[in-house]
């Protein structure tokens, strides 16, 4: 199996060369390396210059122009390459020998489209925390769609099919950011991918996770939102779903050979978005507890609190509203 690595970098020169060394040492070779600059002013460069003389397998480096961002340069990375499936690669990480050749043989043996992994979360010096991202616990492989839709999924933890990028990147819809920006190149892939094949989850720990102040996600100190209870916040969330639907509305319309599995897609998010309405109706300020609780009762009625790999918001979700519901809401 061809599975090509699609690497960005900006001014990386202190971590990146454990990495790279990191992929020279896999058991299963990549097919290629593809590295995309995105403006680096410091010794990048000459690191990957002096890697690309010395690699066992083709690289290339691309510096860009004027700089695309991190999830527009990982995409364009990921455009750039030729293998069958394609990695993510963060140039401040370290890979487990072990991280290609499993992927291979998980891909093969589940014909999934995207496998996700586990990540060791550990510090700048290596050091492993017992921290593990993507949080799940066991191996399974998912359906079309059998999955949590805004599960956040890291990139590194990512090998991925190169027909996921068939489908035109640069009309996605916006993420789940507080910018309201497009989607990063990891959840569209998620997007993307769980809609239209299966996923299979390993919980196999395939890469050292590096966080470190200049970290873009998942630095120490940097304090994660929290929305429980929060009709805002479903209403974010219903728009999401709305957009998410249209866009596989406009897929199906323009590329029949994905018509089938778009149109589910349709479906999926348009319940989807219905359901976070009437979650969001059970918090509502201006409603007695009598009505909260009746809509409460309807939506667990109707499916609302099936497991969440089953469009359902879930158990832990179940226990929350049914207590929120009978709690007195402060008029806002």
Partial sequence: MRISVALTTLNGERFLREQLDSLAAQTHLPHEVVVSDDGSTDRTFEILEDFHAKAPFA??????????GYADNFLQAAAACTGDFIAFCDQDDVWLRSK????????????????????????EDLVSSRKREPAFSRSFTAMPLHIQPWMPVPGNAMVFSRSVLDVDFS?????????????THDEWTYFIATALGETHFASEVLVNYRQHRGSVFGAPGR???????????????IARATERSAFFEELARVDPA??????SAVAYYQTLAARLEARASIYSPHAGITRRVARFARLAAKGGYRPRT?????????LK??????VVQRRG
């Fill in 59 to 68: 690289v290339s480096i691309r510096s860009n122009p004027k700089r695309l």
């Fill in 100 to 123: 290609l050749a499993r992927s291979a043989e998980l891909l093969d043996a589940t014909g999934a489209l995207l496998l996700i992994h586990r990540n060791a979360v550990v510090t």
């Fill in 171 to 183: 009309r996605r819809p916006r993420g789940l950011g507080p910018a309201c920006v497009p989607m």
């Fill in 223 to 237: 304090p994660r939102p929290r929305y429980s209870g929060d009709p805002h916040h479903y209403r974010f969330l």
């Fill in 258 to 263: 994905r018509r089938e599995r778009s149109e």
């Fill in 310 to 318: 089953r469009g359902g918001f879930g158990l832990r979700s179940f």
């Fill in 321 to 326: 509203d049914a207590i929120g519901s009978c």
